[in-house]
């Protein structure tokens, strides 16, 4: 293992999928991370992917829904690294059905588990950040943070609430004028092991809506994010772009099509085994380590044009252009299928 001088990186949900792939991003710049999840499987096996990419690892079981185990963590964090320079938020759950379908009890633990999570995360890194005046919050979003679709009323409900709450913060942040600051990654459908893991209901076997990228896609935005925190948010994959200008211009049309379309899109054939991970980990002491990677390598994309862009779009205003060719070619297909 080389020498460590990286920074402290804190990441939740960091046994599997983006979280997973995350970790080892910043392990392979030689950066001590805190791997914070609940399935003790995953985070063994990641901190070993993590010391073999050149990273320092520190495993920390937490479940983000308890606020004083996440400030206890943070603190274990300080205690072993000194300080924290980095805090990702990416732990999340969810259950694919219909609203109707979702016990007032799962619709609470996901909100706890994919909303409050983050702000228990934020408040424990900024408990140790903003003394210190340095630090960066990555909250890792998606493209449902703007655009709900059908079938993950929960998770659509948190990803909102994350955008919201992290827009405030910035603003409280940016007048207090400190050196600490929050930037939002909005991802797009992502290959990872979280469609075998969340509570469906679905008469099919879940599935991201297509097109899919692979989660180190999304480790080097967060990653470049982290170092470039000044801008407010992220947008990774023409995907993303497409559906959040599609989503400003027609919304209306673009419901109309996702009512039509989006209870196909998430579902193939064949049941779905899993009794979900909404209470317990898949990858507990009585499951398996799944790694980052869900079952849809062969469709998955290794790289997105569009977020190379984004990161230099100081450089080229090639982004600006893609962005709105995305969001124009977007409102066609649409208005072409809703006639259709």
């Not at 990441?11 to 970790?23: I, K, L, M, Y």
């Not at 759950?93 to 633990?109: N, Q």
């Not at 772009?241 to 196909?264: I, Q, S």
């Not at 990161?311 to 709105?324: K, S």
């Amino acid at each position: 293992m080389r020498t460590q001088h990286g920074r402290v990186v804190v990441v939740t949900g960091a046994s599997g999928g983006v979280g997973r792939a995350t970790a080892r991003a910043f392990a392979a710049r030689g950066d001590r991370v805190a791997l914070l999840a609940r399935g003790r499987e995953g985070l063994a096996a990641a901190a070993d992917e993590v010391q073999r990419a050149g990273g320092e690892a520190l495993v920390v079981p937490v479940d983000v829904a308890d606020a004083k185990a996440v400030d206890d963590a943070a603190q274990q964090v300080v205690d072993a690294f000194g300080h924290i320079d980095v805090w990702v938020n990416d732990a999340f759950s969810g259950v694919f059905a219909p609203f109707t379908e979702i016990t007032p009890d799962e619709f609470r633990r996901v909100t706890e588990v994919s909303y409050l999570g983050y702000v228990f995360g934020t408040r424990a890194a900024l408990h140790h950040m903003l003394p210190r005046d340095r630090g960066t919050i990555v909250q890792v979003g998606s493209a449902l943070a703007y655009r709900g679709i059908p079938l993950q009323s929960a998770y659509c409900g948190a990803k909102h609430a994350i955008q919201g709450f992290n827009e405030s913060l910035r603003c409280e942040l940016l007048h207090s004028g400190t050196g600490v600051r929050t930037t939002m990654v909005q991802l797009p459908a992502m290959n990872t092991p979280q469609f075998d893991w969340v509570l469906s209901r679905m008469p099919g076997r879940a599935r991201p809506v297509a097109p899919v990228f692979q989660p180190e896609v999304a480790a080097r935005a967060i990653v470049h994010a982290a170092s470039h925190a000044r801008r407010r948010e992220y947008w990774v994959g023409g995907s993303t772009v497409g559906t959040l200008l599609a989503n400003a211009a027609v919304p209306g049309l673009l419901e109309r099509y996702l009512a039509r379309t989006g209870f196909d899109a998430q579902q193939d054939e064949g049941e779905h085994g899993s009794p979900g991970n909404l209470w317990s980990p898949a990858d507990g002491p009585h499951g398996r380590d799944f790694g980052p990677h869900g079952r849809f390598d062969e469709e998955s994309h290794n790289h997105s044009a569009q977020n190379w862009l984004s990161r230099n779009r100081n450089r080229t205003r090639a982004g600006t252009a893609l962005a709105v060719g995305a969001g124009v070619v977007a409102v066609g297909r649409l208005a072409r299928r809703v006639r259709a």
